[in-house]
């Protein structure tokens, strides 16, 4: 049985660091970020950098994200799957933006 990720995952929107969100018991972390008028109408990247632990090396993934000016305040929700994931294999990071209108 695969051991289960440990460590953090460092996320950026456009090259600006949202934070460090720790991995839980199952490994996954996930952000809450909330969109304010620094976010212009238009399409947003997101970088995920998992840490590695002492089993799993550092690993990466993007997503991208698109404001929609009719829906100026939305929520974006970030997850990383799957968790456990084997050395060698991929991870995928998916995403939610929910507006508020």
Known sequence: ????????VLIEIDGAGIGSFPLDGSGDAS???????GYTPGIHNIL?????????????GTASFNVDPNQP??????????NPVQQG???????SVMGNQ
Do not use: E, N
């Not at 952000?31 to 008028?37: E, G, N």
């Not at 632990?53 to 690993?59: F, I, K, L, M, T």
């Not at 305040?73 to 799957?82: D, E, F, G, L």
């Not at 294999?89 to 995403?95: E, G, K």
């Open 1 to 8: 049985m695969a051991t289960i990720p440990t460590g953090t």
């Open 31 to 37: 952000a809450q970020v909330q969109i304010t008028d």
């Open 48 to 60: 995920a950098v998992y840490s590695g632990d002492g089993v799993y090396p550092q690993a990466s």
């Open 73 to 82: 305040q939305a929520t974006v929700t970030v997850s990383v799957t799957p």
């Open 89 to 95: 294999a991929s991870i995928t990071i998916s995403v």
